[in-house]
T-cell receptor
Framework: ETGVTQTPRHLVMGMTNKKSLKCEQHLGHNAMYWYKQSAKKPLELMFVYNFKEQTENNSVPSRFSPECPNSSHLFLHLHTLQPEDSALYLC????????????FGPGTRLTVT | QKEVEQDPGPLSVPEGAIVSLNCTYS??????FMWYRQYSRKGPELLMYTYSSGNKEDGRFTAQVDKSSKYISLFIRDSQPSDSATYLC???????????FGAGTRLAVHP
């Protein structure tokens, strides 16, 4: 595997379900990010981890819970989501301090029914 | 006022045309200016970044920054159907400041 991988690529979940998104980076980076991309809207930064420590939580509702067990892996735990949370969730990584050079995964297309 | 404005398009051009994609911004503190390309059902891919003002060229792509006008451009020469994608501009102050993205311009290059 190369670059940034994300699983699953597609996810349909009900509002009462609990699911997790997984991201893995194979670039030796030490910063990882979660973004939300909705149709016709700019990418919205959700969370930032530097050296496994969360350094930014961009006012994200608590129904989204990130986890970063090491600098290569990032999870986004989802529970009791709303239909408006349906979007493409993108993971990215960079060298800490070089956030302008971020590398993105292919994203997870999430649909909340 | 939005921090970054980008025309969503779509922009449709014939193969071989010169394409100009643009963003305007309001925060004069931005120092790094990035262009990402996003194909359908894929994540954004960094094309190039520029620090401060000036031009940067990479093959058929040229990025231009005019800080006095708060205006950035991406030019694509000899456009190809494979250039059909959404192009996102992104800006940051640098350091630990987050990237601010434009909404993206959808480009279609037809044979």
């Amino acid at each position: 595997e190369t670059g940034v991988t994300q699983t699953p690529r597609h996810l349909v979940m009900g509002m009462t379900n609990k699911k997790s998104l997984k991201c893995e980076q194979h670039l030796g980076h030490n910063a990882m990010y979660w973004y939300k991309q909705s149709a016709k809207k700019p990418l919205e930064l959700m969370f930032v981890y530097n050296f496994k420590e969360q350094t930014e939580n961009n006012s994200v509702p608590s129904r989204f819970s990130p986890e970063c067990p090491n600098s290569s892996h990032l999870f986004l735990h989802l529970h009791t989501l709303q239909p408006e949370d349906s979007a493409l969730y993108l993971c990215a990584s960079s060298q800490e301090g070089d956030l302008y050079e971020q590398y993105f995964g292919p994203g997870t297309r999430l649909t909340v029914t | 006022q939005k921090e970054v404005e980008q025309d969503p398009g779509p922009l449709s051009v014939p193969e071989g045309a010169i394409v100009s994609l643009n963003c305007t911004y309001s925060n004069s503190a931005f120092q790094y200016f990035m262009w990402y390309r996003q194909y359908s059902r894929k994540g954004p891919e960094l094309l190039m970044y520029t620090y401060s003002s000036g031009n940067k060229e990479d093959g058929r792509f040229t990025a231009q920054v005019d800080k006095s006008s708060k205006y950035i451009s991406l030019f694509i020469r000899d456009s190809q159907p494979s250039d059909s994608a959404t192009y996102l501009c992104a800006l940051t102050n640098g350091g630990y400041n987050k990237l601010i993205f434009g909404a993206g311009t959808r480009l279609a290059v037809h044979p």
